[in-house]
Each structure stands twice: as structure tokens, then as C-alpha cells.
């Protein structure tokens, strides 16, 4: 989701799994890296803000990607479809990138690969 985490994390780790950590958190712009980076804290309490509307704006993956891929890893989720032409800004939409309801997230999608899971986690809205 990141290009770079700027935030600092500190854990009792060996400096080796620090640097590891590090070196990651620079690398957050799939999905698999996302779960790579998770997976490196071998804690379950390590989640993921999985952000619907970021997916589309600062990856090449879809939204409904990052669902399947993240599952039982995502903690929250931020719904935002920055495309959309009531809840978005229509001059912001991608030209490659075709959701359902005039957006670029497909949330029928999204929707299924979010039930596959049974998330039933929180949610919160961004809208304009």
C-alpha cells in the first residue's frame, strides 16, 4: 500500500529481524509484499488497514486482489472509491481501472472475496 512507511516501529528483535523489517517496509506496494511484511512479526495481532480505494491509487492490483490475498491478515478496512462520481472525485478516476457503480473499485468483488473470508471486522467511510 506504501512506497515507504516512515513510521517507526519498535519491538524487543534482534537487530538482524530490525533491519529485515526495515528494509520491507519499503516494499509495501502489493499485496504479497504486504503479507510478507506481516508475516515477518509472527504476531496475530499484526493486521492489516486494508484500504480499498489506496489499492487502486498507489498499486497496479486491484482492490478485490488485495482481499484475497490479505484475508484473515486484514484487521480494518477503509472503504474509499476515490473514482466514484458521489463519493469521489470523478476528475481523479483512473482510465485503466473499471469498478462497478461508475467507480474504479469493483465492490461485487470485493464483497465476495471479503465473505470468502468471513470478515466481520470494522469498516469505516470515506466519502467527500
Known sequence: ??????????????AKQQVEIAHRATHLNTAEGMIEFIDLFKNPIIESYYDTGNTITWT????????????????????KDRGHPEFGNNQLKSKTTKGTD????????????????????????EVK
Open 102 to 125: 461508475g467507480g474504479e473499485v469493483n465492490w461485487v468483488d470485493v464483497r465476495h472475496e471479503l465473505r470468502a473470508i468471513n470478515y466481520k471486522g470494522w469498516a469505516t467511510a
Open 60 to 79: 497496479e492490483q486491484p482492490a478485490e486482489h488485495w482481499a484475497k490475498v490479505l484475508g484473515h491478515r486484514i484487521g480494518k478496512i477503509d472503504v
Open 1 to 14: 500500500m506504501l512506497a515507504q512507511s516512515n513510521t517507526k516501529i519498535e519491538f524487543d528483535l534482534p
